[in-house]
């Protein structure tokens, strides 16, 4: 297992880039959150397996249509034992 926080900036809000994640993250078992941020980010805490994680990262790299990823940061942190999945 293992989790990260994630900061995702381009044309990410208001293209439906939480609904996308959230989907995204049943299709690939994550478990954590994701909400937009006051600078027009989109911020999420995510867990999963160490198979399962790197495709759920580059999913989030390509995002909804209609979005721009133009720059996505990944830290590790420590595991949070999420429960699911939720938009906050």
């Not at 006051?38 to 399962?52: F, T």
């Amino acid at each position: 297992m293992i989790s990260a926080r994630i900061l995702v900036s381009g044309k990410v809000q208001n293209v439906g880039f939480r609904y996308y994640t959230l989907n995204q993250a049943h299709v690939f078992g994550i478990k954590g959150w994701v909400k937009n941020t006051l600078d027009g980010k989109v911020e999420m805490e995510i867990e999963g397996s160490k198979n399962q994680v790197p495709y759920f990262i580059e999913a989030i790299r390509k995002g909804p249509s209609g979005s721009r990823v133009i720059n996505l940061q990944v830290v590790d942190i420590p595991i949070q034992n999420f429960i699911n999945f939720k938009i906050v």
